[in-house]
């Protein structure tokens, strides 16, 4: 109807969307054409308009222009800053709790309207994003550049059983697990998978955030038993593994075993990437990530996502609130314990 009073007289052929001008319909199109006409000099990443190249060469030039005037410290803290005001006034919705978007079916409220229209998709069961070359159809236009790598061989290892695909044939591999049997039970938040359901159920702490064992002495709580176990070590002042080289001792024998490595200088974990080596699997894997991109470990109020849980942890206390170190000096607190390092230098604690 909008169309034939001319309120928005400009239709998109692929997918119905009405413009009020020629210009937004022009760079609507792009979406299902996928050109991206305005490329930086500096790095060749191409855009879809003029204004987002601009947004995104502040990535370069370092200006950040939008400050949140009741977290300001803390997001200088912590390193995130807004480029776009657009980002700054979602943000603020992290303060307000406002959610001004609500969907109509279900009542659901979201803090963009961006992420409104991608819900409202379950209901409508609208998939705009299309394949050109197979002409699969996709609900977000994320999941479509992801598919496309299948045709341009960025992500070439499909799977047969569920469509879902990965950019190497060891990737896809530990996928099938699922599919066979031989690993049946996959975290739904990031893909991992894993042999046994108490295994699975563990590993969703890391997620949730949920922490079931708590200790009596000082109230630390703990994802897992074997943690907990350990962590009550620190109070007894238990050390059992003692290492025969130079008689240090540890809680647990994974720790005596790395730092036996110390003594020999093995480093059996090797990068295939780059080829740095570690003395145990778990900084490898960490290290993997720099790679891959990967970051497990996201924050449900905002968005960001780490690579280490340590830095997700600290995060937090950004919407918490909480600042756990404190100066025994003057009595001001900090978010991590290297920022309370750093001031204690002024008391005269340590000199740099």
Same mark, same amino acid.
């Given at each position: 109807?909008?169309?034939?009073?001319?309120?928005?007289?400009?239709?998109?052929?692929?997918?119905?969307?009405?413009?009020?001008?020629?210009?937004?319909?022009?760079?609507?199109?792009?979406?299902?054409?996928?050109?991206?006409?305005?490329?930086?000099?500096?790095?060749?990443?191409?855009?879809?308009?003029?204004?987002?190249?601009?947004?995104?060469?502040?990535?370069?030039? +370092?200006?950040?222009? =939008?400050?949140?005037?009741?977290?300001?410290?803390?997001?200088?803290?912590?390193?995130?800053?807004?480029?776009?005001?657009?980002?700054?006034?979602?943000?603020?919705?992290?303060?307000?709790?406002?959610?001004?978007? !609500?969907?109509? !079916?279900?009542?659901?409220?979201?803090?963009?309207?961006?992420?409104?229209?991608?819900?409202?998709?379950?209901?409508?069961?609208?998939?705009?994003?299309?394949?050109?070359?197979?002409?699969?159809?996709?609900?977000?236009?994320?999941?479509?550049?992801?598919?496309?790598?299948?045709?341009?061989?960025?992500?070439?290892? !499909?799977?047969?059983?569920?469509?879902?695909?990965?950019?190497?044939?060891?990737?896809?591999?530990?996928?099938?697990?699922?599919?066979?049997?031989?690993?049946?039970?996959?975290?739904?938040?990031?893909?991992?998978?894993?042999?046994?359901?108490?295994?699975?159920?563990?590993?969703?702490?890391?997620?949730? +955030?949920?922490?079931? =064992?708590?200790?009596?002495?000082?109230?630390?709580?703990?994802?897992?038993?074997?943690?907990?176990?350990?962590?009550?070590?620190?109070?007894?002042?238990?050390?059992? =593994?003692?290492c025969k080289e130079c008689g240090k001792a540890f809680n647990v024998t994974s720790t005596l075993t790395a730092h036996r490595r110390i003594h020999s200088g093995e480093r059996p974990y090797e990068c295939k990437e780059c080829g740095k080596s570690f003395r145990v699997t778990s900084t490898l894997s960490v290290h993997r990530r720099i790679h891959s991109?990967?970051?497990?470990?996201?924050?449900?109020?905002?968005?960001?996502?780490?690579?280490?849980?340590?830095?997700?942890?600290?995060?937090?206390?950004?919407?918490?609130?909480?600042?756990?170190?404190?100066?025994?000096?003057?009595?001001?607190?900090?978010?991590?314990?290297?920022?309370?390092?750093?001031?204690?230098?002024?008391? +005269?604690?340590?000199?740099?």
């Amino acid at each position: 109807m909008e169309i034939h009073i001319a309120k928005r007289p400009h239709e998109c052929k692929v997918c119905g969307k009405v413009f009020k001008k020629a210009s937004h319909l022009t760079v609507h199109r792009r979406i299902h054409s996928g050109e991206k006409p305005y490329e930086c000099e500096d790095c060749g990443k191409a855009f879809k308009t003029t204004s987002a190249l601009s947004v995104h060469r502040r990535i370069h030039s +370092g200006d950040k222009p =939008y400050e949140c005037k009741q977290c300001g410290k803390t997001f200088t803290e912590c390193g995130k800053a807004f480029r776009i005001v657009a980002d700054l006034t979602r943000h603020r919705r992290i303060h307000s709790g406002e959610r001004p978007y !609500e969907c109509e !079916e279900c009542g659901k409220a979201f803090r963009s309207a961006s992420s409104l229209t991608a819900h409202r998709r379950i209901h409508t069961g609208e998939r705009p994003y299309k394949c050109k070359e197979c002409g699969k159809a996709f609900t977000e236009s994320s999941s479509l550049t992801k598919h496309r790598g299948i045709h341009s061989g960025e992500r070439p290892y !499909e799977c047969k059983m569920c469509g879902r695909v990965f950019k190497k044939a060891a990737s896809l591999s530990n996928h099938k697990r699922i599919h066979i049997g031989k690993r049946p039970h996959e975290c739904k938040v990031c893909g991992k998978v894993f042999k046994k359901a108490a295994h699975l159920t563990v590993h969703r702490r890391i997620h949730s +955030g949920e922490k079931p =064992y708590e200790c009596e002495d000082c109230g630390k709580s703990f994802v897992s038993d074997s943690n907990f176990i350990r962590h009550k070590r620190i109070h007894s002042g238990e050390k059992p =593994y003692a290492c025969k080289e130079c008689g240090k001792a540890f809680n647990v024998t994974s720790t005596l075993t790395a730092h036996r490595r110390i003594h020999s200088g093995e480093r059996p974990y090797e990068c295939k990437e780059c080829g740095k080596s570690f003395r145990v699997t778990s900084t490898l894997s960490v290290h993997r990530r720099i790679h891959s991109g990967e970051r497990p470990y996201q924050c449900k109020e905002c968005g960001k996502a780490f690579r280490v849980m340590s830095g997700f942890i600290a995060h937090k206390r950004i919407h918490t609130g909480e600042k756990p170190y404190e100066c025994k000096e003057c009595g001001k607190s900090f978010i991590q314990a290297s920022n309370l390092t750093v001031h204690m230098r002024i008391h +005269g604690e340590e000199r740099p």
